[in-house]
């Protein structure tokens, strides 16, 4: 029998049915931790999800260094041509880059790097020209990890750990919720007015 609350035929034997929240975030990582903040900040109702008992996803293996232009401490260190507008030119000489994702994607790293910093990130150390790391040589992704989840932790976000995400539950071409399996318990479903997937690197 399909539940008629959810449309989704293996809802009721669901433990529980959340009712809709305004966006549901998959993945525990840099980009879902990140997303998560911007959208609490901007007023919204927040889940993250990540099927591992920690937060930090690819983002705390990063070692080798943080790449952004236009930040605080390209200032502090007097570096010259590392503005936004120059590191979206850089990105745009990799092979295959779209330079208008290019340009798109220069003030995400520079916002992000500052939120990074903000929360107590040791990316003093500059380079290359574009790239950060930390001061005493160690790999970022042990600065990256804590900030983002101390950044996370200031803002109004429902983060549930071990809560893997199992599928995505669609009603007529949209996605209306995900069904999840906690690590010890039975799946549930959230209903959600919008989804980002944030898994996989």
Not at 23 to 32: A, L, S
């Amino acid at each position: 029998a399909v539940n008629p609350a959810t449309g989704d035929e293996n809802a009721m034997k669901l433990t529980k049915v959340e009712q809709p929240k305004n966006v549901v975030v998959i993945g525990g990582g840099p980009g879902g931790m990140m997303a998560a903040i911007d959208l609490c900040k901007a007023g919204k109702k927040v889940i993250l999800l990540e099927k591992q008992g920690v937060l930090g996803g690819n983002g705390t293996f990063v070692s080798t260094y943080y790449q952004a232009g236009g930040t605080s401490i390209q200032d502090k260190n007097k570096d010259k041509d590392v503005s936004e507008e120059d590191f979206a030119k850089y990105l745009s000489t990799y092979p295959q880059t779209n330079p208008e994702m290019a340009k798109a994607v220069a003030p995400g790293a520079r916002e992000a790097f500052e939120l990074l910093v903000q929360n107590g990130a040791d990316l003093k150390r500059t380079f290359k020209p574009f790239a950060h790391a930390p001061s005493d040589g160690r790999a970022p992704g042990l600065e990256i990890t804590p900030a983002f989840v101390k950044a996370l932790k200031k803002v109004n976000a429902d983060v549930r750990l071990n809560n893997r995400a199992t599928e995505l539950i669609q009603e007529n071409g949209k996605i209306v919720g995900v069904k999840v399996q906690p690590k010890d318990g039975k799946p549930y479903l959230i209903r959600a007015n919008d989804v980002i997937l944030a898994t996989g690197g």
